[in-house]
Nanobody, 123 residues
Framework: QVQLVESGGGLVQAGGSLRLSCATS????????MGWFRQAPGKEREFVAT????????DYADSVKGRFTISRDNTKNTVYLEMNSLKPEDTAVYYC????????????????WGQGTQVTVSS
């Protein structure tokens, strides 16, 4: 089993920044592909970003490309999501994810989910 615990959510004005963290335990972190999804009220859960094990190749949803950066620290078993130039449409519950597959862009490919952290962007 893998446990994921997110932190760093909150309320921010449009144009501001937030940094989400996700601490992982229960499995060798360096062998997991990590990622973030989000879910806004009344909408389906959607892919945000992923970073793979090994070389740490990152991939982003078009809606956040150029504004969000995902990174990982294998010495701290932690993955981060740096969010800049935030927009009201970024408001959602953000979920940390982990998987053993190379690609976890789809919800069906995710093996483990965190409990979620709320991000609210005011206009």
């Amino acid at each position: 089993q893998v446990q994921l615990v997110e932190s760093g959510g909150g309320l921010v004005q449009a144009g501001g920044s937030l940094r989400l963290s996700c601490a992982t335990s229960g499995r060798t972190f360096s062998t997991l592909t990590m990622g973030w999804f989000r879910q806004a009220p009344g909408k389906e859960r959607e892919f945000v970003a992923t970073i793979r094990w090994g070389g740490g190749m990152a991939d982003y949803a078009d809606s956040v490309k150029g504004r969000f950066t995902i990174s990982r620290d294998n010495t701290k078993n932690t993955v981060y999501l740096e969010m800049n130039s935030l927009k009201p449409e970024d408001t959602a519950v953000y979920y940390c994810t982990a998987g053993v597959r190379w690609n976890i862009r789809a919800t069906t490919a995710v093996d483990y989910w965190g409990q979620g952290t709320q991000v609210t962007v005011s206009s």
